[in-house]
């Protein structure tokens, strides 16, 4: 089975994997839009009234693949449910736009032959990813004023499924 590749090869913010040529029919990005695991951008009672707002802003620039969003989602809306019911309203203000690819090598007997091929090659799409800068909101949660400690270790919760650093800011 193919295991998930370190995501230390894709955190940096490169230009995006798009192929450029000097024939405009021939731009385009090849292999599709991988499926990706995010279910759900809004929880909660999006229609309320809330007098709070709670963001988890990234302190780096990188990408965040979307397995990683998604976990964080999924580990904060439980804290939340758990805790407060459906009394606030949870969105994941990014969307992972960014293809991640990657040129499959062979190891193995033999596989010195095959491997010495392109160089900067194109590669296949095996992931998607959020392109999020320095200072961009991930998540916005919005809770009535009694419910904020509640809504900081949701979020807490969720940076920690983040691979990078994250603050959280209380309005």
Do not use: W
Not at 88 to 102: C, D, N, Q, S, T
Not at 154 to 159: D, E, F, N, W
């Amino acid at each position: 089975m193919v295991r998930l590749r370190k995501f230390a090869a894709y955190q940096n913010l490169e230009r995006p994997y798009t192929r450029i040529s000097k024939y405009t029919k021939k731009n385009y990005v090849r292999g599709g839009f991988p499926h990706m695991k995010i279910t759900r951008f809004d929880m909660g009672s999006p229609q309320k009234q809330y007098d709070t707002v709670v963001k988890l802003n990234a302190c780096r620039s990188m990408n965040i693949r979307h397995n990683a969003i998604e976990a964080a989602r999924m580990s904060s809306n439980r804290h939340l449910e758990t805790a407060l019911g459906k009394d606030y309203h949870l969105r994941v203000k990014i969307y992972p736009f960014h293809v991640l690819r990657e040129n499959p090598l062979a190891s193995g007997a033999g596989a010195d032959r095959m491997s010495t091929g392109m160089q900067k090659a194109y590669g296949k799409t095996i992931s998607c990813a959020a392109r999020v800068f320095e200072g961009q909101t991930i998540f916005e949660l919005r809770v009535n004023k009694q419910n904020v400690r509640v809504a900081k270790e949701a979020l807490t919760r969720a940076a920690k499924k983040v691979p990078c650093s994250c603050k959280i800011l209380a309005q």
